[in-house]
């Protein structure tokens, strides 16, 4: 069953991550996406389609303190038919037939899912500078936090993703991701990065190797891994 208390919106400053809820939310996604993707970014009623599946897995992030909240970045992630995830990131099948492969809460509630995509990360660029360069270690903290402590995860979980970009690609090595496919080999030509995580403890593996685990909730850090 799904512990709803995991997702409470997260601040930190003037930083709010939260659950999309509304027309709003994918509006914003959808412009941010088109001004770095152009045409191939999905638009506000595919977001929607996404988040009408599963609507626990598109997390928002905002900046607050004004007359209303700035848009600045979105973690999405679901969960996946497990045969067709694994005919996409072997290169088989493409990005339209693992778009229709998403499942639906109903599957998911009860008993978790084992097979998880992350279906968009981004940070809209005017705020990918120096003064920020906690943000996205922030929101990837926050959201697999909220993910991990949903009862949506069922482990050992797969996670999978598509590099679009060296900056990308750089990012997803840094957060415990490796090469699974290379682009080449990939129906959609870019290449395919996967983890896979046995516990809670090993999603959060690469931010405690990089001194980031102070970005975690206090109550919510993994304990430590038991040596010898």
């Known amino acids: 069953m799904l512990n709803f208390e995991a997702f409470t919106p997260v601040r930190f400053d003037n930083f709010v991550v939260r659950l999309a ?29 996404v988040w009408d599946d599963y609507p626990y897995g598109m997390y928002v992030l905002e900046e607050e303190g004004g007359e209303s ?7 999405v992630v679901v969960p996946v038919d497990e045969k067709v995830a694994k005919d996409f990131r072997q290169g088989r099948v493409g990005y339209k037939d693992l778009d229709q492969a998403n499942l639906k809460l109903a599957t998911v509630a009860q008993a978790g899912w084992s097979v998880w995509r992350i279906w968009l990360l981004q940070i809209v660029p005017s705020y990918r500078k120096q ?15 909220s993910w991990a402590e949903s009862g949506a995860v069922r482990y050992p979980v797969e996670i ?65 891994t038991p040596q010898g």
């Open 21 to 49: 809820s509304k027309t709003e939310d994918f509006e914003n996604i959808y412009r941010a996406a088109y001004a770095e993707l152009g045409d191939i970014a999905a638009i506000p009623d595919e977001i929607k389609r």
């Open 69 to 75: 909240p700035v848009y600045v970045g979105t973690f």
């Open 131 to 145: 003064a920020y360069r906690h943000l996205i270690p922030w929101l990837l903290a926050h959201a697999f936090d």
């Open 160 to 224: 999978f993703t598509t590099g679009y970009t060296a900056e990308g690609e750089a990012m997803l090595r840094r957060f415990g991701f490796s090469l699974e496919t290379a682009g080449e080999k990939m129906a959609g030509g870019k290449p395919c990065y996967s983890r896979i995580c046995h516990d809670k403890n090993e999603i959060f593996v690469p931010l405690f190797d990089r001194g980031l685990d102070y970005l975690l909730p206090v109550a919510q850090q993994p304990s430590p």
